[in-house]
């Protein structure tokens, strides 16, 4: 199984002068190809840090970071976009979809980043949008589909262009419970059948659950890192 | 993708796009309008005070404009005026005696202008004779007949058909008088025409000057079209080239009209550069609300691998399709009301019914635009350049955006 996120000795300060906040103390953690792993701990405790950071869009104060080979500190904020383009995907806990485009468009939108001819990445995305149960409903718009139906667009737009490694940031905090465990679902069998590799945080034990490996924060720091029986959890 | 996302993006706050289309579209159409029918005026009055002086172009000696004097004259004019009207471009050719002289009757003396014209052609194209209040104008075979000015008849007390005496002196220096009679009285609303002006058939006023046979102070040419004014100074130039002459535009003997021109149509740029500078603020004001509300969409698109130079243009394709749709509206909307202003007119006799006067130059009432390609060009192009350029300023702040807070947010 091949490294996809390598960290080492990660640090994040937030603030300046003497009012500095330490968000993640050190961290070093690993994660594989095709793995399906979740991240918990209490509010504050540096998830989200450490998804920015892994996903390009925050930079460490110390420590090195890798992603799919490259090491992100060296990289330009160019370079950085390009990476976040062709190598990762992101699923976000308030969906985030451009509202004035269709579902359809929206999960081919990074494909049309990346140059791809519009019959292609149309036959593409349209199947993707049936493997995610939207068939009938590529042509709505965000706001004429529920939370679940626009939490399944957000990820079919995070998988379409076959990421190495799909980050996502509490999808199912704006859901139900029921929406939530079928969200999960489909994350996990888009895992298995396809060999997508997620990394999510989570506060709901029930989606912890459902992970192979979990990984516990606390304070900044790995408090845990197992399967999900194995951990201890503390809100 | 990006056109689409723009497009969709621009109604999707519809009364903010609307409002800001009206008002592009309101504010060029204003200027296209105001701007075209103050070249309609200046026209107007150019093509009526060359008519009625000494034309487009006007042919004289080269000494007469620093000191006018009446023995400063062309000669020949016959054959050089039927060389000059083989030019395509000339409608055609007048002569002019113009000199100073003492009108007089029994009520008095005014010292006036008098301007000797060949009535024949005159009559056709000059202002004065479409503004007769009383009697005819001149006509081929009158000699010692003028027509005169409203206030210069009352003031001389002279009617129709009243005899007046013409005083002045003659190319030689000696003091001449001559009799003649009211035939005509006009008004233009003009003191200046009015008050002081004589018109009086070419060889009425030839004899008491003393000119010799085929000789003038001017030669004017009417040109079909005034824009081919240079070229026709250098095709003159070439016919009198041999000729100790001045072939000079109408900017130069007029050249307190040329002035006018020029300042007004400035400061009328200057009143719509800055009723657009007003506007532009409310355009600057949308555009910099829709990227601010926008932020956190803006953060979603550059979290997903979006290129900042594609965000920016994303911002850039809306201003351009609201610049579009606004100057596209203010180009019709300005461009249908010149276009009816220059084929009806504006009829001003009603707010100014003592007539009006440009630089004291009598025109009509019934000002008719001038809607030229140019106009809408150079407004249309301002405004749309301005718009977008307006738009550059929020796209800067649209890629700023901290992707990482505004995700938290």
Redesign the interface.
Known sequence: MATIVSLKGVTKDYGRDNVVTRALRGVDLNLGGGEFAAMAGPSGSGKSTLLNIIGGLDRPTEGRVEVDGRSLVDLSGGELSRLRRDRLGFIFQNFNLIPVLTALENAEYVLMLQGQAQAARRERVRAILREVGLEGLENRFPRELSGGQQQRVAIARAIAAEPALVLADEPTANVDSKTGAALLGLMRRLNEEKGVTFFFSTHDPAVMKQARRLIVLRDGRIAGDGPPAAQRIED | ?IL??AW??IW?QKRRTLITVVSIGFGLALAVFFIAVAEGAYSQLVEQVVRMQAGHVTIENPAYRDAPAIDLRVDGVGRLRAEIERLDQVESTKLLILGQGVARSGAGAVGVSLMGVEPAGEAKTSPLSRNLVAGQYLAPEDDALVVIGRELAERLKLDLGRKLVLTTNDVSGQLKEELCRVKGVFATGSPEVDGYLVQAPLKFLGRLFGLPPDSATQVGLILKDPADQSRVIKAVRGLTGGRDLAVLPWQEVMPELAAYIRMDRGSNWIMQAILLFLIMFTIFNTILMSVLERS??FA?????????G?VRRQIITETIYLGLIGCGAGLLVGGLASGAAQVWGINMSALMPEGVTISGFAVSPVFHAKLTWPILAWSGGLVFGATVLLGLIPTRRAVRVS??DQ??G
């Open positions: 993708m689409r996302l969709r993006s999707r956190r969409e979603v698109l550059l979290a997903l691998g979006t290129a900042a594609q992707v990482v995700l938290r």
